[in-house]
């Protein structure tokens, strides 16, 4: 079977370069405030709050019950400190989400 050369559409973009040593993406959490952060993994002791049937029990990532927007998105009362796996099971699954907790809808 022949292969056909990819012919580009569009002039490459030339632009500075990296820089070494910088992230190529912000971290996960790193716009959240750090006395929330802290509450939030001194209530959970490092232990996933969430509790998943994927779950690995280590807690690494902070997760926003009812979104991350509005006066009181970084509230402790809306976070909860979750595995990856956890916080990625959540999200996948709205309905179950919704039913037990794991999200909330936002009361305007």
Do not use: F
Not at 46 to 67: D, Q, S, Y
């Amino acid at each position: 079977m022949r292969r056909t050369p990819i012919r580009r559409t569009a002039p490459l973009r030339r632009g500075k370069p990296l820089a070494r040593g910088k992230p190529l993406r912000r971290s996960r959490g790193s716009g959240l405030p750090a006395p929330s952060r802290l509450a939030v993994e001194v209530r959970s002791q490092g232990i996933c709050e969430l509790g998943t049937p994927v779950c690995t029990v280590r807690a690494v990532e902070v997760h926003h019950l009812a979104g991350r927007v509005g006066p009181d998105a970084h509230d402790p009362s809306n976070l909860a400190h979750c595995c990856h796996e956890c916080h990625r099971h959540a999200h996948l699954n709205p309905e179950e989400s919704y039913l037990r907790g794991w999200l909330r809808r936002r009361v305007t």
